[in-house]
Antibody
Framework: QVQLVQSGAEVKKPGASVKVSCKASGYTFTRSYIHWVRQAPGQGLEWMGIINPSGGSTDYAQKFQGRVTMTSATSTSTVYMELSSLRSEDTAMYYC??????????????WGQGTLVTVSS | DIQMTQSPSSLSASVGDRVTITCQASQDITNCLNWYQQKPGKAPKLLIYDASNLETGVPSRFSGSGSGTDFTFTISSLQPEDIATYYCQHHDNLPLTFGGGTKVEIK
């Protein structure tokens, strides 16, 4: 079965960077895009960007341009999302999600369990 | 960017009631509209894709309709396990955007 398993919770100081991993299993890794979506406490869902694990091409939301980097490692079926210059407003749950096969690449049919990133001095 | 306006932001209904949520896109997105369910402390779950297609394994009491800019999500008979926040999301192009969410509670 399809699974996306994310790395554990992080606590970072303002100005630092965080790198979250998302390990995929149960399907052919290079055949589906991976999205990153975040959710601040008590708030809605915010799309951050997408990566094509086959080749590594990316597309980021303008809000995160220059601060986010998404990469993939096909040898381990893992995608990474690094966010730099962290500020308190970046405190959120970060989710990875698979761009669906039958539902289309821009629809997210499987989600990771989420990684809580807390930014605090 | 396409803006998604979802209403209401919250609602309270009784078990067995019909529940309707609307989502409006800022421009024509044909049928490129998904609906997700998010229970507290959990990741979202895809319920409806392409405006009206039920994702595999999702109960038939959930349905979606609409095209262009106006969309509707319906729970035909609200069940206690449907307590959650529901989000619409367009997938017409990048960047993807979500509606603000509708929190559904039991009266």
């Amino acid at each position: 079965q399809v699974q996306l398993v994310q790395s554990g919770a992080e606590v970072k100081k303002p100005g630092a960077s965080v790198k979250v991993s998302c390990k995929a299993s149960g399907y052919t890794f290079t055949r589906s895009y991976i999205h990153w979506v975040r959710q601040a406490p008590g708030q809605g869902l915010e799309w951050m960007g997408i990566i094509n694990p086959s080749g590594g091409s990316t597309d980021y939301a303008q809000k995160f341009q220059g601060r986010v980097t998404m990469t993939s490692a096909t040898s381990t079926s893992t995608v990474y999302m690094e966010l730099s210059s962290l500020r308190s407003e970046d405190t959120a749950m970060y989710y990875c999600g698979r761009g669906g096969s039958h539902v289309g690449p821009y629809s997210i049919d499987y989600w990771g369990q989420g990684t809580l990133v807390t930014v605090s001095s | 960017d396409i803006q998604m306006t979802q209403s209401p932001s919250s609602l309270s209904a009784s078990v067995g009631d019909r529940v309707t949520i609307t989502c409006q896109a800022s421009q024509d997105i044909t049928n490129c509209l998904n609906w997700y369910q998010q229970k507290p402390g959990k990741a979202p779950k895809l319920l409806i894709y392409d405006a009206s297609n039920l994702e595999t394994g999702v109960p038939s009491r959930f349905s979606g309709s609409g095209s262009g800019t106006d969309f509707t999500f319906t729970i035909s008979s609200l069940q206690p396990e449907d307590i959650a926040t529901y989000y619409c999301q367009h997938h017409d192009n990048l960047p993807l955007t979500f509606g603000g969410g509708t929190k559904v509670e039991i009266k």
